[in-house]
């Protein structure tokens, strides 16, 4: 049997189905149909969530307690300790600064015992010329350790 090619229509594929520049099982309409049911369950969800937000946020200000008259009562209290601080920057600048001046100056550290503090700079010095002291030699019986190894 001769196959007749109709001159207005696309030749046949393998399963007899004519094809033209446009999908013929493409349908405009359900699609349309989904894309508007789409937008109109978004909008409903959108105005559902407003309400709903309006009505928590109303019955969150009925169960908020009111302000106390007492004035006392208003007045801001520190959490309890530990507290974070709130400028360490600042806090850390300043320690700094207090450890570098006492390593700059002379003090006393404990007067009666007549322990006193000089400025780094002179420790460093003094070292330098008389050198670190020498330990005094510790006889056997009293070294650490001499009354465990007996």
Do not use: C
Not at 69 to 90: G, K, N, Y
């Amino acid at each position: 049997m001769a196959e007749r090619h109709d001159p207005g229509h696309a030749p046949n594929d393998a399963h007899g189905e004519g094809h033209s520049g446009f999908d013929g099982e493409l349908q405009i309409r359900p699609i349309l149909k989904a894309g508007l049911w789409t937008i109109a369950v978004s909008a409903v969800s959108f105005v559902g969530m407003i309400l709903l937000y309006r009505g928590l946020s109303q019955a969150e200000h009925r169960a908020d307690p009111a302000a106390s008259p007492i004035p006392e009562a208003s007045v801001r209290q520190l959490p309890p300790e530990p507290r974070l601080q709130p400028a360490p920057e600042r806090e850390l600048a300043a320690l700094r600064l207090e450890q570098k001046a006492l390593l700059g100056s002379y003090g006393w550290v404990d007067r009666p015992a007549g322990i006193a503090r000089i400025p780094i700079d002179r420790a460093i010095d003094l070292v330098a010329q008389r050198g670190l002291p020498q330990p005094s030699p510790v006889s056997p019986a009293a070294a650490p350790g001499a009354a465990a190894s007996r």
